[in-house]
């Protein structure tokens, strides 16, 4: 059993490293990572869309080239944990999600998934050993196409000096940069 | 010369493998985590915030407990090449930021932060052997205290199965999920 060039037991110690915890959602997404990666031509430069926050980025930074930081992974909070991996020049691709129908015979997975029990009721042996067992059985996929708009570098545009903190910003960004507009911060 | 618990090789080895190169913005944001890190409170619980989308939330990634995936880093894309540091329980904490009234020193930063350059015209070699020598001379670091709705974790509610697309979503998003209200693919 392998998670792309990991076994299953380096990934967990990889994903605790970085994530904190052996989290579910993190260890099915190393699955989810490795069944798409099977399904893209070798060699291909691709980016990745993750539809949730939760959990799955950490799959995909953990096992491709695609990070927060560099572009190629794209979140969109759409609620679904799901992702997907396209190439960049044709926007062609696949997408790999939890299958619902097949959740039958995984009552932790669902449990997990849909939220059946609180955190104290959940017990994060059985949960792990039925992700194991489970594998990518509880996973299907498709062919995806995606929107060319969605994929776009755009540019930031000239940079200035906001006059109010002094910092540089894109000056598209009006007149004084966004967190002179509405900051984050307090005092 | 140290980034966190890395020498500075070590971190640009790092940096190469998770972010695909070393790239100035990922570079410096090692020295911005760990001027951070060293002006909060040691074994606090904190998340952080990073300004941009660009490169430097990689840092926060690699340096801190704190990853997109488990929710203790919040991307705010407000065009400012900072990051703060802030415990999770009072809010309170630090904002490390790239000081332009420093700059001058350091033509080649200053080229990259500004875009004064194409990448064409950039050489790696001189603005990564500036940004080895600038280290955190080019930094400045405040007090804030981040708005405490900003870190609140929104619990997704009731999880349900989309009635078109089968898959699970939170029903709170509406009677169908947001990507069957709004796709991201085609076909």
């Known amino acids: 059993m392998h998670i792309v060039k990991h076994t299953f037991e380096e990934y967990l110690q990889v994903v605790k490293t970085f994530h904190g915890s052996e989290a579910p959602g993190v260890v099915i997404g190393g699955f989810m990572v490795d069944l798409a990666i099977r399904h893209i031509p070798d060699g291909i430069l ?83 050993r039925e992700i194991a067992q489970a594998g990518e059985n509880i996973l299907s996929i498709q062919r995806i196409h995606v929107r060319p708009e969605i994929g776009k570098k755009i540019s930031k545009g000239q940079i200035g000096v906001c006059p109010r903190c002094g910092e540089a910003y894109p000056i ?14 307090t005092g």
Chains 1, 2 share one sequence.
């Open 172 to 185: 598209n960004d009006g007149e004084v940069c966004l967190a002179c507009q509405e900051s984050p911060y």
């Open 46 to 128: 691709y980016n990745a869309i993750c539809e949730t926050r939760s959990c799955l980025p950490d799959a995909i930074q953990l096992l491709t080239p695609c990070t927060i930081g560099n572009g190629w992974l794209k979140v969109m909070p759409l609620g679904r944990f799901a992702l997907a991996l396209y190439d960049k020049y044709t926007n062609e691709g696949v997408r790999v999600f939890v299958d619902t129908q097949k959740l039958e015979a995984w009552p932790e997975i669902k449990a997990w998934l849909f939220k059946l029990k609180t955190s104290s009721e959940q017990s994060p042996e059985s949960i792990a």
